[in-house]
């Protein structure tokens, strides 16, 4: 991607196109920020791409909250973690946490915003059913975030759009918040 909105630095009359006003890289893992940052780096894009080392459930929450504590401010004034409006989520996060952080992401869209995510694999087997008071085992937590995804599409797709594509490893989904 950053090839074709910096063009190649390999090439001295490569140019870029298309390139988005800002990109925000939210990855919790340090040590792969950093390297982002360095790839940011390399393309001259720091002036309008950043790596936050963050929780994506942290950054989103933080926005949503900047957003109501700052609701009658002019758009000028403004200054939330994200840049708003968010027209593009792209979602790479374990399955367990993969519905919470689509459902953080969709909420922050803009109109004729999309969340782009990895559908959960579907449980099989029995699990049993989680006991009161009991902390979940790994398997009941798949099937509990698996049921929480379908929620999360039912919701989105009585009200906007939701499209799937099947890849050779798993279906990916494709959530459109109406404009």
């Given at each position: 991607m950053m090839d074709l909105w910096?063009?190649?630095?390999?090439?001295?009359?490569?140019?870029?196109s298309n390139r988005p006003?800002?990109?925000?890289?939210?990855?919790?893992?340090?040590?792969f920020g950093v390297?982002?940052?360095?790839?940011?780096?390399?393309?001259?894009?720091?002036?309008?791409?950043?790596v936050i080392s963050d929780p994506w459930s942290a950054i989103a929450a933080e926005t949503e909250s900047w957003n109501a504590a700052n609701a009658t401010l002019p758009d000028v004034a403004r200054s939330a973690?994200?840049?708003?409006p968010i027209d593009l989520v792209i979602i790479d996060l374990p399955e367990i946490e993969r519905v919470r952080a689509a459902t953080l992401a969709f909420n922050?869209?803009?109109p004729g915003g999309a969340v782009i995510?990895?559908?959960?694999?579907?449980?099989?087997?029995?699990?049993?059913?989680?006991?009161?008071g009991v902390e979940m085992t790994p398997a009941?937590?798949?099937?509990?975030?698996?049921?929480?995804?379908?929620?999360?599409?039912?919701?989105v797709n009585s009200n906007h759009s939701a499209a799937f594509v099947e890849l050779a490893g798993g279906t990916i989904g494709v959530f459109l918040r109406s404009a």
């Open positions: 910096c063009g190649d630095p390999a090439i001295d009359e490569s140019e870029g006003e800002t990109l925000r890289v939210i990855e919790e893992g340090g040590k390297i982002i940052d360095r790839l940011l780096r390399r393309y001259n894009a720091s002036s309008w791409a950043q973690p994200l840049p708003q922050l869209l803009a995510a990895l559908e959960p694999q579907v449980p099989t087997g029995d699990v049993g059913e989680p006991e009161q009941q937590q798949v099937v509990a975030s698996f049921n929480q995804w379908i929620e999360f599409v039912q919701s």
